[in-house]
């Protein structure tokens, strides 16, 4: 049985772990994340998905000092609500800030970073994270 992070699972979820697909309905117009087969919002099947730029707004975030042992090296770690300009919206880390520097309403940009590295395999696994956009004005 393959592990959890097995480098045949990384591959075959490769589209949804480095990019940021959504899924838009033809009925009613609504962006939601993830993507799902029906709107949750009118219950349309006319669903299409589409991939985002990944920019967007910082409208919530907290401060995790407490993180699971994976965590460690990176603690403390930000965690964020942003609402990207597709208009939907996602959690994710927020990294190259500093913690005083944070605040609602900033411009975030997606990037792919480190996840975290196997240590019994040494696969290292790469995901989206959030980072503040040059000049991180607000949105």
């Known amino acids: 049985m393959a592990s959890r992070d097995s480098p045949s699972r990384i591959w075959r979820l490769r589209d949804s772990l480095y990019s940021i697909r959504y899924a838009r309905c033809r009925s009613c117009g609504y962006a939601f994340y993830p993507p799902r087969v029906s709107c949750i919002r009118c219950?349309?099947?006319?669903?299409?998905?589409?991939?985002?730029?990944?920019?967007?707004?910082?409208?919530?975030?907290?401060?995790?000092?407490?993180?699971?042992?994976r965590y460690q090296d990176s603690a403390p770690v930000i965690v964020g609500l942003v609402r990207l300009d597709e208009g939907f919206r996602m959690y994710g880390h927020v990294v190259d800030v500093d913690i005083k520097d944070l605040r609602r309403g900033l411009r975030v940009e997606a990037v792919l970073r480190r996840i975290r590295v196997d240590g019994s395999s040494g696969l290292i696994v790469y995901g989206i994270k959030f980072r503040p956009t040059i000049g991180g004005g607000h949105g």
């Not at 991939?51 to 967007?56: H, I, Y």
Request: aromatic share 8%; no cysteine; charged share 20%.
């Open 43 to 69: 219950s349309s099947r006319d669903i299409e998905i589409s991939v985002s730029r990944g920019l967007g707004v910082l409208e919530e975030y907290t401060v995790l000092y407490q993180v699971p042992a």
